[in-house]
T-cell receptor, first 117, second 112 residues
């Protein structure tokens, strides 16, 4: 079945440091890939997405590239801020060659990011 | 436009009690779903619906019931609460599974 594996956390960085959160996936069809962010006490928000191989999703200085050859979708940001402290979830939505969804969004376990001033 | 709303925000139940977690959206989304979030396990899909009158099981459906009588509402029922159901529950909606999912603020449930 489908699965998503994220790097172990928590991750602690100083402000302006470079961020990478690794995400790899296993899927049987043609997945779309997502990064969601959860700020303390809130629900999840979509951060970025990519729907096919070699697509790059970007938002708020974050980027991730859909790499089919390595089945990866790593999240990067060049210079993190204290306000980026949150939990980050990688997720996939699988579908068959005809574009029919298999009916679920599969999440990784989440990575806690803390950024210190 | 309120987005996805959930009530209550917090709830404490005793083992064996039943209750309904409410979820509503005002975006005319066809797809709605319920997840539970547990430490170190990400979010796991409980039940989902692709439209009014249509529901299906997700990854962890046991102990939960759902129905979808309208496009707007998707309540989650706990039939007989157990301590293993202590979790944070999120409702989400979207135009389709491959579009952005909008999440509610969550319900923190404790079963003693």
């Amino acid at each position: 079945g489908d699965s998503v594996t994220q790097m172990e956390g928590p991750v602690t960085l100083s402000e302006e440091a470079f961020l990478t959160i690794n995400c790899t996936y296993t899927a049987t069809g043609y997945p779309s890939l997502f990064w969601y962010v959860q700020y303390p006490g809130e629900g999840l928000q979509l951060l970025l997405k990519a729907t096919k191989a070699d697509d790059k999703g970007s938002n708020k200085g974050f980027e991730a590239t859909y790499r089919k050859e390595t089945t990866s979708f790593h999240l990067e940001k060049g210079s993190v801020q204290v306000s980026d402290s949150a939990v980050y979830f990688c997720a996939l939505s699988d579908q068959n060659a005809g574009g029919t969804s298999y009916g679920k969004l599969t999440f990784g376990q989440g990575t806690i990011l803390t950024v210190h001033p | 436009n309120a987005g996805v709303t959930q009530t209550p925000k917090f709830q404490v139940l005793k083992t064996g009690q039943s209750m309904t977690l409410q979820c509503a959206q005002d975006m005319n989304h066809e797809y709605m779903s319920w997840y539970r979030q547990d430490p170190g396990m990400g979010l796991r899909l409980i039940h989902y619906s692709v439209g009014a009158g249509i529901t299906d099981q997700g990854e962890v459906p046991n102990g939960y019931n759902v129905s979808r009588s309208t496009t707007e509402d998707f309540p989650l029922r706990l039939l007989s609460a157990a301590p293993s159901q202590t979790s944070v529950y999120f409702c989400a909606s979207s135009y389709s599974l491959h579009r952005e999912q909008y999440f509610g603020p969550g319900t923190r449930l404790t079963v003693t």
